[in-house]
Each structure stands twice: as structure tokens, then as C-alpha cells.
């Protein structure tokens, strides 16, 4: 189980367990989910809830791990848009350290702005 940082003064934390990166994974939910400026906003986090509800809409089965995500973290009350950057970095070295390269660095995101 991983905890990210879901506001800027370390108050608030969403858990994230290695299933939900998985499902991250197997969704590919961040591909070309972060416009090439690399900012990653309130905006961002809507498109990636958008493109989940119609994951889950068309889905006959309605994958219980899909769902799982979304209320433990992606629709969770504290996340906003830094939680999202913090999730999105704790995917990427999750990712590195199964030697599977996704052509991005933890470097990608830093100093990102926040709303």
C-alpha cells in the first residue's frame, strides 16, 4: 500500500494499493491523458474522470477493480489536482521499478503549477 500527498501542506492523503496501479496499467488511464506543456490541472483530473464514467458506462461487466479506483481514489473527496500530479509520479516509479519503460521520468512532472 502506497500513500500519495493529495494537497500541498501534506494535510490530506489518499491510499493507494498496488491493484490500483495495476488497473491504472491495464487501463492505460494516463495515456495522452497530460497535454504536451505538462501541466497538470483541475482540467486533467476532469478528462481523466470523463474517460473513466465512459469506461465504465460501455463496459457490459462493469470491472469491479475499474470501480474500485474510482472510489478509493480518483473520486475521492481530497483528490484534486496535486494529488493527481502525486499519483501520477508514484505510477511512474512504480512503473520503473518493473523495468517496463514508459518514456517518462518522475523529472517530467516536477515543478508542475497547481490550481
Known sequence: M??????????????????????????????????????????????LKLNIRSMLESEAGKDKRLLDLCLDVIYHQNMKAYGLQQLVL?????????????????RSFQGTPFN
Do not use: C, P
Not at 502506497?2 to 487501463?27: C, M, W
Not at 508514484?90 to 518522475?106: C, D, E, H, P, S
Open 2 to 47: 502506497y500513500k500519495i500527498q493529495a494537497n500541498s501542506s501534506g494535510t490530506r492523503s489518499i491510499d493507494v494499493s498496488e491493484e490500483h496501479l495495476q488497473t491504472l496499467e491495464d487501463y492505460q488511464l494516463f495515456r495522452d491523458l497530460i497535454d504536451s506543456n505538462g501541466y497538470v490541472d483541475e482540467q486533467v483530473l476532469d478528462k
Open 90 to 106: 508514484l505510477f511512474i516509479n512504480w512503473k520503473n521499478r518493473g523495468n517496463n519503460n514508459l518514456g517518462m521520468t518522475a
